[in-house]
T-cell receptor
Framework: SQLAEENPWALSVHEGESVTVNCSYKTSITALQWYRQKSGEGPAQLILIRSNEREKRNGRLRATLDTSSQSSSLSITATRCEDTAVYFCATDANNNNAPRFGAGTKLTVKP | DPKIIQKPKYLVAVTGSEKILICEQYLGHNAMYWYRQSAKKPLEFMFSYSYQKLMDNQTASSRFQPQSSKKNHLDLQITALKPDDSATYFC????????????FGPGTRLTVL
């Protein structure tokens, strides 16, 4: 079974709008990662947030982590068409660093 | 220049045959991984290697065998191929087995007929 799950399953916004993807996870973690996968490419890590951190930023991206509710969010401001991709959260498992992925949120940014 | 090379990009095989998926990384990393992604399942962790030694194996079938001939190589041999093996296989690497910063290759898309 999956250790992490994103919601919603899909999102559609217009360029310039902000969007948030949520993630819930099932076990205690050392770190949570957000990845983006564009069509035909491998996943690319966007933000790594460790269990002792509550917020992390990377340009237009902001990730939060709430270990008490075992949840995380990824917000993207001023979206662009090139942000169209599937966004995954991933957690470590049993102190193994290899990330375990959720099913992803498909984000479409329209002109 | 691509830092993680996977070959071939596309692969078509017949049921029962054997194929080897190639992965080379030029990031100077010491840990490498294989993942599988299909329409039916999300990105699924298969193997992790650190300093050419197997660290974790989450693949139930012995038909999948990683092969590490060099520190920066981790190939994946798949025997007795089945249609259910059809998926895109991604190789990834990280500085070492404790790093949480993984870098993924472009994938090999395998279709088994």
């Amino acid at each position: 079974s999956q250790l992490a799950e994103e919601n919603p399953w899909a999102l559609s916004v217009h360029e310039g709008e902000s969007v948030t993807v949520n993630c819930s996870y099932k076990t205690s973690i050392t770190a949570l990662q957000w990845y983006r996968q564009k069509s035909g490419e491998g996943p690319a890590q966007l933000i790594l947030i460790r269990s002792n951190e509550r917020e992390k930023r990377n340009g237009r991206l902001r990730a939060t982590l709430d270990t008490s509710s075992q949840s995380s969010s990824l917000s993207i401001t001023a979206t662009r068409c090139e942000d169209t991709a599937v966004y995954f959260c991933a957690t470590d498992a049993n102190n193994n660093n290899a990330p375990r992925f959720g099913a992803g949120t498909k984000l479409t940014v329209k002109p | 220049d691509p830092k993680i090379i996977q070959k071939p990009k596309y692969l078509v095989a017949v049921t029962g045959s054997e194929k080897i998926l190639i992965c080379e990384q030029y990031l100077g990393h010491n840990a490498m991984y294989w993942y599988r992604q299909s329409a039916k399942k999300p990105l699924e962790f298969m193997f992790s290697y650190s300093y050419q030694k197997l660290m974790d194996n989450q693949t139930a079938s012995s038909r999948f065998q990683p092969q590490s001939s060099k520190k920066n190589h981790l190939d994946l041999q798949i025997t007795a191929l089945k249609p259910d093996d059809s998926a895109t296989y991604f190789c990834a690497s990280s500085q070492d087995g404790t790093s949480y910063e993984q870098y993924f290759g472009p994938g090999t898309r395998l279709t088994v007929l």
